[in-house]
């Protein structure tokens, strides 16, 4: 029987459980995620894709520095997704209106 999907409000974001990271990790993702989506302000918020983009190329090189490279990120309020993953670095959750993906392959 599969597991039964939940949302936990973690570090600030709402995070869809259960999680596939190590709690270090998981928490440097939201917490980085945070302070770059609350820098650029208003502009992600009203889509301004230059901004938005270089927002998550930001998170991105946080994450290959930090935790090895080639993670990947996806921001945005409408999309749908299937990836390959490396096991335990996988996270979906809600910065605000904004989903935030962020996996390593």
Wanted: proline residues 3%; hydrophobic residues 35%.
């Amino acid at each position: 029987m599969s597991e039964k999907t939940e949302w936990e409000t973690m570090w600030g974001a709402k995070v869809k459980t259960p999680t596939d990271m190590p709690d270090d990790i998981l928490k440097d993702a939201i917490t980085t995620s945070i302070e770059v989506l609350s820098d650029c302000g208003s502009s992600v918020e009203n889509e301004d894709n230059s901004k938005q983009s270089a927002a998550i190329q930001k998170i991105k090189e946080h994450m290959d520095e930090n935790w090895t490279p080639s993670w990947h990120v996806v921001c945005g309020r409408s999309f749908g997704s299937l990836v390959t993953h490396e096991a335990n670095r996988f996270i979906y959750f809600y910065v605000k209106d904004k989903a935030v993906m962020i996996y390593k392959a």
